[in-house]
């Protein structure tokens, strides 16, 4: 109910700090773009709050967009809160993005 509500508002839905489960609860609902404001890519960092290829696909079927998070325990293979993360970590996870859901969809 709070989805459908939201999508007659014109609320967006911030599907950023949702599990993966609650990712899909919410696309299943929802009529409006999929967006998350700051989530990187899975398949590079390999943790929960990053987003599947699967995941990328259903936002960018959907017209929505994904911003690049910048918490460098988002960015690094390993996971580490290392501040240390070189340029190139992210311009991968930005190319990575792109390639998935498109040029238009992905903010910084």
């Not at 990712?23 to 398949?43: G, K, R």
């Not at 070189?86 to 998935?100: F, G, Q």
């Amino acid at each position: 109910e709070l989805v459908k509500t939201c999508n007659g508002l014109g609320i967006m839905i911030d599907l950023s700090h949702l599990n993966e489960r609650g990712f899909w609860d919410v696309a299943e609902l929802s009529n409006a773009p999929l967006v998350a404001t700051h989530s990187n890519a899975h398949a590079l960092c390999p943790t929960p709050r990053n987003l599947t290829d699967e995941q990328l696909a259903a936002i960018k079927d959907s017209a929505g967009m994904v911003g690049l998070n910048f918490a460098v325990g988002f960015l690094r293979e390993d996971g580490q809160r290392n501040p240390e993360v070189p340029l190139e970590v992210l311009v991968k996870h930005i190319d990575y993005l792109v390639a998935r859901v498109g040029i238009d969809h992905v903010g910084l």
